[in-house]
């Protein structure tokens, strides 16, 4: 079992454990080892020398296991999420979704509408600044258990926890009207973003990938469809296009 110090509190109370431990061992081993006699004499400066001693390196050695904490949470922080946006990478989205066996569960994908166009008037940097715009917008208006991550390019998958297609569609348009309500600031100018979303349920989180191709039929669809708006997968559609667009973007993503 592995000792983990988290907070300052946790340090001092390891620094007392510690200082404690020292003075009953520094007991123990005075009236083992010496004439009782001896042992009285020396017993009160062998424990200030040990509280001298034992209160500061145990302290010294917390603050040193809190920095590795830390140290190891930014790691593990930067591993599994998007340098850029600070939502979860695709891997750390399948990572995280283990934990949702037995939940009712929906997608959203979200596709900046247009992003190329930004990118290519406006620089690289215009397209970064709004990958971050956009995925701010998410983050704020999702719930705190939603899982958002960006698998590529300007696409963004969103897990919902708890949730059927109608309630899914209902947050997708919330996050669209609140990406419309949120411009981009670039170059001394103001931008609007828009973006298209796709919904669909979970049927097990072993089908999540399959949802996601649904998802994503559906954005094509919204885009097709004008962008700037919500589609959720309907089975009954005709959407043979889209299902070929969706095969194609699912194949060229890494494998998890």
């Known amino acids: 079992m592995q000792l983990r110090l988290r907070?300052?509190?946790?340090?001092?109370?390891?620094?007392?454990v510690i200082t404690l431990i020292a003075l009953v061992g520094n007991f123990i081993l005075t009236y083992l080892f010496?004439?009782?006699?001896?042992?009285?004499?020396?017993?009160?400066?062998?424990?200030?020398?040990?509280?001298?001693?034992?209160?500061?390196?145990?302290?010294?050695?917390?603050?040193?296991?809190?920095?590795?904490?830390?140290?190891?949470?930014?790691?593990?922080?930067?591993?599994?999420?998007d340098p850029?946006?600070?939502?979860?990478?695709?891997?750390?989205?399948?990572?995280?979704?283990?934990?949702?066996?037995?939940?009712?569960?929906?997608?959203?994908?979200?596709?900046?509408?247009?992003?190329?166009?930004?990118?290519?008037?406006?620089?690289?940097?215009?397209?970064?600044?709004?990958?971050?715009?956009?995925?701010?917008?998410?983050?704020?208006?999702?719930?705190?258990?939603d899982i958002i991550a960006r698998f590529g390019g300007e696409e963004f998958v969103i897990l919902l926890k708890h949730a059927n297609q109608s309630d899914t569609v209902k947050a997708a348009e919330r996050l669209s009207q609140k990406v419309r309500e949120t411009p981009l600031h670039l170059k001394?100018?103001?931008?609007?973003?828009?973006?298209?979303?796709?919904?669909?349920?979970?049927?097990?989180?072993?089908?999540?990938?399959?949802?996601?191709?649904?998802?994503?039929m559906a954005v094509y669809r919204a885009k097709s469809t004008g962008r700037d708006r919500v589609c959720a997968y309907d089975p009954r559609l005709d959407i043979e296009p889209a299902s070929r667009h969706a095969e194609t973007r699912m194949a060229a993503m890494p494998a998890p």
């Open 7 to 16: 907070t300052q509190r946790d340090v001092r109370v390891f620094a007392l």
């Open 34 to 81: 010496m004439p009782h006699s001896l042992a009285d004499l020396t017993l009160l400066p062998g424990t200030i020398i040990t509280m001298i001693l034992a209160a500061p390196i145990s302290f010294f050695v917390g603050t040193k296991m809190l920095d590795v904490h830390h140290l190891t949470e930014q790691l593990e922080h930067a591993a599994d999420h």
């Open 84 to 145: 850029l946006t600070g939502v979860h990478t695709r891997l750390s989205f399948y990572k995280e979704i283990a934990d949702c066996v037995d939940m009712k569960l929906a997608i959203i994908v979200a596709d900046i509408d247009h992003f190329k166009l930004v990118n290519d008037r406006y620089g690289h940097q215009a397209g970064d600044a709004a990958l971050k715009s956009f995925a701010a917008t998410l983050i704020r208006h999702c719930r705190d258990n």
């Open 188 to 216: 001394g100018r103001y931008i609007q973003l828009t973006a298209s979303f796709g919904v669909a349920e979970v049927d097990s989180v072993a089908h999540v990938d399959r949802a996601i191709h649904h998802a994503d």
